[in-house]
């Protein structure tokens, strides 16, 4: 089981504490960052952390989650060591992780159901990164290539 990080803003709320309750359910252990409420937030000051978390080792893996997941997958991305992938399909989640070792999610709330969102955790999770010719890609991402 996984150590993962949560973090969302008021936008992401709602499938944060779905997908926080389908994780615990899995076995997997939680970190949330936030935010705690419907109640408008600005969401850096929740993802950065969540994505921090996962650039430092503490935690497995993260999922952030906004209305749209576009800031968030900005405001994770700009960590050193982060790779996340705004994901809206299962496919798209497929590939993020076989192709590109997508270590953080993003979701965004407003865009897909939450079954669907559902569906994209446990893609995500249970994907492994292919290795082979995507790891020379990821070693450039890493040293911003």
């Given at each position: 089981?996984?150590k993962?990080?949560?973090?969302t803003?008021?936008?992401?709320?709602?499938?944060?504490?779905?997908?926080?309750?389908?994780?615990?359910?899995?076995?997997h252990?939680?970190?949330?960052f936030?935010?705690?409420?419907?109640?408008?937030?600005?969401?850096?000051?929740f993802?950065?952390?969540?994505a921090e978390?996962?650039?430092?080792?503490?935690?497995?893996l993260?999922i952030?989650?906004?209305?749209?997941?576009?800031g968030?997958a900005?405001?994770?991305?700009?960590?050193?060591?982060?790779?996340?992938?705004l994901?809206?399909?299962?496919e798209?989640?497929k590939?993020?992780?076989?192709?590109?070792?997508?270590?953080?999610?993003s979701?965004?709330?407003?865009?897909?159901?939450?079954e669907?969102?559902?569906?994209?955790?446990?893609?995500?999770?249970?994907?492994?990164?292919?290795?082979?010719?995507h790891?020379?890609?990821?070693?450039?991402l890493?040293?911003?290539?």
């Amino acid at each position: 089981m996984m150590k993962i990080a949560l973090g969302t803003d008021h936008a992401g709320f709602e499938y944060k504490e779905a997908i926080r309750k389908h994780l615990q359910t899995l076995g997997h252990e939680v970190q949330d960052f936030g935010t705690f409420s419907n109640e408008s937030v600005d969401y850096p000051l929740f993802i950065r952390p969540a994505a921090e978390s996962v650039a430092d080792g503490l935690c497995d893996l993260g999922i952030v989650l906004g209305g749209s997941g576009n800031g968030e997958a900005m405001a994770a991305n700009k960590v050193k060591g982060v790779r996340c992938a705004l994901c809206w399909s299962v496919e798209t989640a497929k590939l993020a992780k076989e192709h590109n070792d997508a270590n953080v999610l993003s979701i965004g709330q407003r865009q897909i159901s939450e079954e669907l969102a559902l569906k994209i955790v446990d893609t995500w999770l249970n994907t492994e990164f292919e290795g082979g010719r995507h790891t020379r890609r990821i070693e450039m991402l890493d040293k911003n290539l």
